[in-house]
């Protein structure tokens, strides 16, 4: 099945795919759920999005640990779900001053419909661009020289994967159908947080 991006339309959507990445990039930390004979398994990690030439997540690097079950599950049945949650918060009437104004919860969430393919060649490599990712940025920031020897008896203990996307759903509800007072109020309520910030970016044009 070809690679399908996520829609575009609606009061609740991204206003591009690079918001996607951008989302994604924040969060990090998804959970990709596996379905198999005995039922589900989940497993929280951290996620690489590999992009488009239109900004959009086209892929995802990450690894596993080796003794973690799912990683059988994968190799039986590639399809799986990649999901993110970011900031939310209910909003309560007690906010906003329009009469009648009910309550709602603002939140922002993805899913990516995966194919994984377990890559253990690539094991070195995917630490190396999650340390980079995570600790680049700092002048002083952890290598895993650090590690020593142990650091190549770790990785036959791990194994590395990528998720081709093949279809991707994603809402911002943040807050685009309010009236710009009520919207103004809400996030006054919520003072400076990763939700105001994100709704204030979703209502610019």
Do not use: C
Not at 4 to 9: E, F, K, N, V
Not at 71 to 82: E, F, K, N, Q
Not at 109 to 136: C, K, M, T, W
């Amino acid at each position: 099945m070809g690679r399908r991006a996520a829609a575009m339309t609606g009061k609740f959507s991204p206003k591009s795919p690079a918001d996607v990445t951008d989302f994604v990039r924040a969060q990090m930390l998804g959970l990709v759920v596996s379905d198999g004979p005995g039922g589900y398994a989940m497993t929280p990690l951290p996620f690489l999005p590999q992009v488009g030439p239109a900004g959009e997540v086209v892929e995802f690097f990450g690894h596993f640990a080796r003794a973690n079950p799912q990683v059988a599950m994968v190799r039986d049945r590639p399809r799986a779900l990649i999901l993110f949650q970011g900031p939310h918060a209910y909003v309560p009437p007690a906010w906003v001053s329009t009469p009648g104004w009910a309550p709602t919860w603002n939140y922002a969430v993805a899913q990516f419909e995966v194919d994984i393919r377990l890559l253990p060649e690539e094991n070195d490599r995917a630490i190396a661009e999650l340390v980079s990712a995570l600790e680049g940025r700092e002048p002083d920031g952890w290598t895993v020289e650090a590690m020593g020897d142990r650091y190549a008896s770790m990785l036959p203990h791990i194994v590395a994967f990528r998720a081709t996307v093949v279809r991707a759903q994603v809402k911002f509800k943040l807050g685009q159908d309010e009236s710009a007072t009520a919207f103004e109020e809400i996030v006054v309520a919520l003072g400076d947080t990763p939700l105001s910030r994100m709704m204030r970016a979703a209502r610019q044009p």
